[in-house]
């Protein structure tokens, strides 16, 4: 299974347990430093600036919510079924089959000295999904190289473009050895489909994983190697994927959010995350979260179906690491959602590593940026 003495992860957990939670006057969770220094000597130093991360969301009003009762219930059974929601409960996904396909090279794309870039495709569900990918230009392992599906946050669909938002963070990733999936999710840029969400709809979560599939049938990937990336709302992606699909080897979450439900209804995300695009003028049909919210109220695990739908509450279905990294003065998602998932990771005996910055907002940016994305790095050589 996992290394459960690894330094940093075991460090961060007996911290967190023996302080019980120490809070500090603003009401953020200290986590205490790695026990010890990671030195960057062995990777190759990244030549963009964080300042080329995504550009700040801007704010938008969430509608009121009152959180639901936190006392401990029963996982989700598989014998539920719901007549309104069911495609993104957690039972329903690990019983669903996701494929992927062969990947078509459709541009190639300005090469760098350390990797090339190319232009391609795969299917998801019948559409066609477009993304960047890159090959380092380096000898190729044996077994093939490492890679990971890199997931983009919320970007209003109409301005996504597929070589924009993000080129620093696949930059340090590529350079250092990692074929990099930038996906392209369905209903941004080429992309075809809608473009749903992520929370309340399954279709980014299916994407991710057949992205993933999609990528096991190239030859010089390693099948067994492949890792998910995960911005802002793809957090909850990322580790919706890792529930449901044992191929994905670990997961990294920078500034994630979404993971109990509760927590979405407590802390709200000022983004426009969780609102799709207007339905078409004249419709009446509503939108998915309004019909889900209809049925079953607010999200809250009291509730049968907000349990089966919570990441948190089918935790017992995460076999693999992850990485979680989140900024105290992020003004979009606040770091609450990270600590409560690190919470509920600690009680289930899951491997993770928990990192919190003081700085860098919802995007890590510098200085913040390089040793998060060191640390990003170092996790995924040791985990695939």
């Known amino acids: 299974m996992f290394n459960q003495k690894r330094t940093v992860a075991v460090f961060l957990s007996l911290l967190f347990a023996a302080s019980a939670c120490r809070l500090v006057g603003s009401g953020r969770m200290v986590t205490p430093p790695p026990a010890a220094t990671i030195e960057p000597a062995t990777l190759q130093p990244t030549t963009e600036s964080a300042d080329q991360a995504p550009d700040r969301i801007e704010s938008t009003a969430l ?217 078409p003028e004249g419709s009446e049909q509503p939108r998915r979260s309004q019909q889900i919210f209809e049925a079953y109220g607010r999200p809250d695990t009291q509730v049968d179906y907000w349990r089966a739908v919570s990441l948190t509450e089918n935790i017992e279905f995460l076999e693999r690491p992850v990485q979680i990294h989140h900024a105290a003065d992020d003004p979009v998602v606040s770091i609450q959602y990270s600590e409560g998932l690190a919470a509920v990771l600690l009680a289930g005996g899951k491997e993770y590593e928990f990192y919190t910055y003081e700085g860098g907002g919802h995007n890590l940016a510098s200085p913040y940026f390089d040793q998060a994305m060191l640390r990003t790095v170092n996790f995924l050589r040791d985990e695939l």
């Open 63 to 279: 509608p009121t919510a009152t959180a639901g009762d936190s006392s401990p219930v029963a996982p989700a059974t598989e014998a539920a079924v719901f007549e309104v929601g069911e495609e993104i409960t957690i039972p329903y996904l690990r019983g669903l089959k996701i494929t992927g396909s062969p990947i078509t090279f459709e541009q190639e794309l300005t090469d760098t000295v350390f990797y090339q870039q190319h232009l391609v495709s795969y299917m998801s569900e019948g559409n066609k999904i477009y993304g960047l990918l890159t090959i380092p230009n380096q000898e190729q392992p044996e077994r093939g190289f490492k890679a990971v599906v890199f997931n983009h946050g919320y970007i209003p669909p109409d301005s996504y473009r597929t070589t924009e938002r993000y080129t620093a963070y696949v930059d340090y990733l590529a350079r250092n050895g990692l074929v990099v999936f930038k996906i392209d999710m369905r209903g941004h840029g080429n992309s075809e489909g809608e473009a749903t969400g992520s929370y309340f709809s399954p279709g980014y979560t299916i994407d991710a994983i057949a992205a993933l599939k999609s990528l096991q049938t190239l030859d010089f990937v390693d099948p067994q190697g492949i890792g998910m990336w995960g911005h802002s709302m793809a957090g909850n992606l990322v580790l919706r994927a890792m529930l449901i699909e044992p191929d994905v080897q670990a997961g990294v979450i920078f500034a994630g959010a979404v993971y109990s439900y509760d927590d979405f209804a407590t802390y709200g995300i000022d983004d426009d995350t969780f609102r799709p695009r207007p339905t």
